[in-house]
């Protein structure tokens, strides 16, 4: 059984459906969509989140917890959009001509 995707973009929107053509644009938005899912039950083939390429800036440390586990049937999968190369940021990039001397 083919599982449930949603996507994650840079340029999506939490507000949106999570589809290919209208993505979460956060890892909390697809988390958030699942747990409302599993209000039901979780579909046979369980779900995928994919991430579509690029750097996410995250401010948060992105938290799942035991309601957010799927089962070994119905499994809960984050990960890259096929071929497309995500990164996952914590910090922020200082720009050299932000530093003076003293």
């Known amino acids: 059984m083919k599982p449930v995707e949603f996507y994650v973009a840079r340029n999506g929107d939490d507000g949106d459906p999570g589809t290919m053509e209208a ?3 956060t890892l909390e938005g697809a988390r958030d969509a699942i747990q ?4 039901g039950e979780l579909p046979p083939g369980g779900v995928t989140v994919r991430l579509r390429g690029g750097t996410y800036m995250l401010d948060d440390s ?3 917890s035991a309601e957010d586990s799927g089962t ?3 499994r ?3 990960c ?4 497309e190369a995500v990164w996952l940021v914590g910090g ?3 720009k050299a001509e932000s530093f003076v001397p003293v």
Do not use: N, V
């Open 76 to 78: 809960i999968t984050y």
């Open 23 to 25: 993505p979460f644009a």
């Open 36 to 39: 409302t899912l599993k209000q």
């Open 72 to 74: 070994p049937e119905a």
């Open 92 to 94: 922020r990039e200082l």
């Open 62 to 64: 992105f938290r799942l």
């Open 80 to 83: 890259a959009h096929d071929g």
